[in-house]
């Protein structure tokens, strides 16, 4: 059994891998890509600032390289093991890693003899901590690590700012250099969508006597300037890093090569918010509605449809049972439209609250319902979220019933039919007990693998169902997201859905060899 | 005529040897052997079907689904704003007829009327040839038309495309194109399924040609349109035209700009005729302003022929109500101008009815064509999973646990969000996204199946693999999948119904989920045509599939199967 199970964790791990994949390379496929909403939020802004951003931004979330290698990244922060230098923790708990790599501009030896090398950096050293004067209150060792994130943020902003200056540059000299090659005739270096293919011009002798090599002669001396001063930026940045303005991540295995850490979910492009603080938001809500609704499935469809078998062919399983496939058929969004408009809408009945969690003021109500200081009752916190969340559950079980109830009947009845039952019978074993403690009993088993089954829907259901309702949850939280393009968001998200989901069909199959003695995982 | 995949079938004993309707009793072996109580023998899937059909459920869910699907294929013929005769008088005086419904008509909509009146005489029609034959050799001409339709428009795009290449470019621009184009691509077409082996030669010729024979001619007159413009009622309000319309003279996409929601039964001249009464609604009337008013009545733009009697009327009814308030007075115009739009218009002003019949075509061909998909996909991973077991297995199993992992729809609500709203991508990612419940029933019944006699045999003497697999095994395995063809249909409608309602449907495309969404879009408004309409459609049209699955199901349950003697 624990074989099973440590087998069927690991295989998790090749299935969680496959699903953001997938999810990954669709999202990268999309027209305009991953940053598509980060480069339009730009508005108004001349070309050269524009050109930074862009540069900036594309250099921040890594989106100027290859989608393969993007999630290849995006797989080293998420899984706990990592490789390299062990990041940083900074005071409020967002990860610093090591300062990017620098590349050279294609074509340097067509500008320069010789790469540039980074000016030496002196170590940075941290002063005691009688040696800073404390601001305010602060205790001698809060002034040090003030001074401490200081000449890190200085050293970080201005390392970035020379990186997307150089980007900036370089982007000019690749630009002079496709309207070289379209110049000189060379086909292979420039691709379908106008930009440089490296490889075209690599190799060559540049052909100083055509019109455009000024252009480009001048567009790359700029930007090997440009390419020196951020070498000497990032030089005085890993100076810093090196000096550990902060704590250390995660644990060492291999100092400087291999550590354990907690896996990072990244931060959101378009909440500038760390994605697992959006989901320890999100997560539960969804939770809540799902654990509200999940009993009511259970206690209405499991006795009517034990009710269903118990008088096969009567009025109530035929009743019943149409009734459920009816609901089944419901789609989810006319209910919910159907909600919003006849009950909750001021229009019609205006029973139920239309939008949201919570009515206004709900932080300040008491958590019971209770008596205010004018001999009014009032409904409290919990009572206003019940009485919100209403019409969501609602939408959210009825569609449930009719597999569960058909199930329970179809399970029933198999039993009804075996030879214990006959036997019982024939011992003179009163019904109600033929029925509950026999027949019932085991016909739970397939109820257990239901779980498995009906989770996701519900999951997806209530995507749905937050949608319409407003719900602030997993849900409206991934729509947003996909709308937005943001990559971190999508992922992480498909990585939790996925790991809860996984796990649920692997408990529902422990709990079967739990319940049934005569099923052995080997 | 011989029926090769029939073969398998024929040699197990039928599943039923009762005929449900049938009110025999207990036949014994002698009076069997008299001739007593026998039953002409029938194929697997006829006699399924005729326990179908004694189901009421079953019966409601087909009357629905055919209802649906002839909408789906007359739509254009049934709701058009193009007139189907149109006379109009030049300014030299001349009369001009023309038809402008046919002339607008795309080449889906001239293959798709004609094959479904032809699908619809073959299946009646009282010729020898057995149902099941006729029915796969309408499956296959339909897979022909719809391939041939879609690759024409596909080629089309890629020929117009900005970053075609020169020879492209040349051909495009050259004379005769479109008739090219359309021979070209029917011609493909044809040569590919003449080839496959789906029934006699002589018959796949034959059908194949006779799709063929549609397909160029719909190509040519319907692939390239112009751009559809609908100025036939102003013409007609001016006098100079005459036109005659269809049944609902409304296209889907058909909006103007003066329009907007209009409740069921209400008129197309509303607007007009509400902002012809200026005075507060308290003001009192004489009979003189009434009087003007209704004269004003033929400057609206109201042809001739209908706002006489709509101004006799008022003089009538408003003869002894004088002096009436402004307010009375507009709710009587209101009454008077008659309804024109039975199911009211959306927030554009586009006809409800219109594009509820057109988003039948929608479902439907989404529906079919991805379980299609979904089917093809899933049988053959799981054939190969469950034939060759062991490590085969073991790697596309983790490929479909990689689809149950997530719910399906957030995977398909990524997918339709970045890639091209059009209707083909998401017949092609529900399809892509749906095969996993066929590949695991496939999968699970070819572990059973391998070891049996007959595959054993089939594989000692050599055949390929491509025959074992889906010429020996698949017809003993795949009955079920088949029977749960129908709710897959019912949830890729349901899952398009979804994605559109999110605003992730296709674009330009009447559908039932987007006309959903109108209903609270709006700030705050609620708007009842546009939610109890659409989704009773999509509802109703989910719980016929599933009524009709679940009829299926019992029909091929064994267990229903009871000893006559």
Known sequence: ?522 | MPEATDKPRDHLPSAFDEAPTEQIETVTGVELMQGIGVQESRGFWAEAWAYVLTRKTALFGLTWIGIVAFFAAFSPYLANGHPLIFRSTTQAGESVTTYPLFAFLNAGDITIGVFAAFAIALILAPIGVRRSTRLRVLIFMGAQAGVTIAAGLYMLAEFKDRNAPDWMRRLESGEHFILLLAIGVSLIAFAIFAAMPYARARWRLLAAGAVACVTVPAMFFGLENPPETFGYREQVAAGTAEATYTLIPWSPNQRRTDLDLLNPGESYYLPQVRSLVIESDSAELDSESIESYIARLGELGIPPGEVEPLQSRLRRDLKNETPITAADFREELDDAVGPDFALGTDSLGQSVLSQMLYACRLSISIGIVSTGIAVVIGVTIGALMGYFGGWVDMVLFRVVEIFMAVPLLFLLIVAAAVLPRNTYVMMVIIGCFTWVGAARFIRAEFFKLRNMDFVQSARSVGLPLRSILFKHMLPNGITAVLVDASFAVAVAILFEAILSYLGLGPVDQASWGRLLSEATNQVGAFVPHLAIYPGAAIFLTVLSLTLIGESLRDAIDPRRKKARV
């Open chain 1, 1 to 522: 059994m624990i074989s099973y199970i440590v087998r069927r964790l690991l295989l998790m791990i090749p299935t969680l891998l496959g699903i953001t994949f997938l999810v990954f390379m669709l999202v990268a496929l999309s027209p305009g890509g991953i940053g598509a909403s980060l480069s339009a939020s730009g508005g108004q802004m001349d070309a050269t600032s524009r050109a930074m951003q862009q540069a900036y931004l594309e250099d921040r979330y890594g989106l100027d390289s290859p989608p393969v290698i993007q999630y290849l990244r995006w797989l080293g922060r998420v899984s706990p093991i990592k490789f390299g230098k062990r990041d940083l923790v900074d005071p409020n708990g967002e990860l610093i890693s090591y300062p990017k790599k620098l590349d050279p501009p294609p074509l340097w030896d067509w500008i320069a003899g010789e790469l540039p090398e980074a000016r030496d950096a002196p170590p940075v050293e941290w002063p005691e901590p009688g040696e800073v004067v404390p601001e305010d209150d602060e205790t001698p060792a809060e002034a040090v690590q003030r001074v401490k994130s200081r000449t890190h943020r200085r050293g970080t902003s201005d390392y970035i700012r020379e990186r997307g200056r150089y980007v900036a540059r370089q982007n000019e000299y690749e630009t002079a250099l496709v309207a070289y090659a379209q110049e000189r005739g060379i086909k292979a270096a420039v691709t379908r969508d106008g930009k440089l293919n490296e490889g075209g011009l690599e190799g060559k002798e540049p052909d100083k006597a055509s019109p455009v090599w000024e252009r480009v002669q001048a567009a790359g001396e700029r930007t090997m300037a440009a390419y020196q001063e951020a070498l000497n930026a990032r030089a005085e940045s890993v100076a810093v890093f090196e000096a550990r303005p902060f704590r250390q991540a995660g644990f060492p295995i291999i100092p400087g090569v291999l550590s354990v850490a907690m896996p990072d979910l990244g931060k959101s492009f378009s909440r500038s918010r760390p994605v697992s603080d959006l989901i320890a938001e999100a997560l539960p809500i969804t939770l809540l509605l799902n654990v509200i609704a999940f009993p009511i499935i259970y206690l209405i469809a499991i006795p009517s449809g034990m009710l269903a078998a118990t008088r096969q062919g009567s009025w109530f399983d035929v009743i019943s049972g149409t009734f459920f496939v009816a609901l089944w058929a419901v789609p989810v969004v006319w209910a919910g439209v159907l909600a919003i408009g006849f009950l909750a809408s001021d229009e019609y009945l205006g029973l139920f609250p239309v939008t949201g969690l919570h009515s206004q003021g709900a932080p300040d109500m008491t958590f019971l319902p209770a008596r205010a200081g004018d001999g009014d009752w009032r409904a409290g916190y919990i009572l206003d979220t019940a009485y919100h969340l209403f019409l969501p559950v609602l939408c959210l079980v009825y569609g449930g019933f009719a597999v569960l109830s058909k199930q329970t009947r179809a399970a029933m009845l198999e039993n009804f039919n075996q030879d214990y039952v006959r036997t019982a019978k024939a011992k003179g074993v009163a019904h109600r007990d033929i029925v509950f403690r026999h027949v019932f009993r085991n016909s739970l088993l397939p109820l257990i693998t239901m779980f498995a089954t009906i989770f996701p829907a519900m999951l997806a259901g209530s995507v749905i169902v937050e949608k319409i309702f407003s719900i602030p949850g997993m849900g409206s939280l991934i729509i947003e997201a996909i709308g937005l393009r943001d990559r971190e968001v999508i992922l992480a998200n498909v990585l939790m859905i996925g790991a809860v989901n996984i796990v649920a069909l692997l408990l529902a199959d422990i709990l079967y060899a739990l319940a049934d003695p005569r099923i052995a995982f080997d």
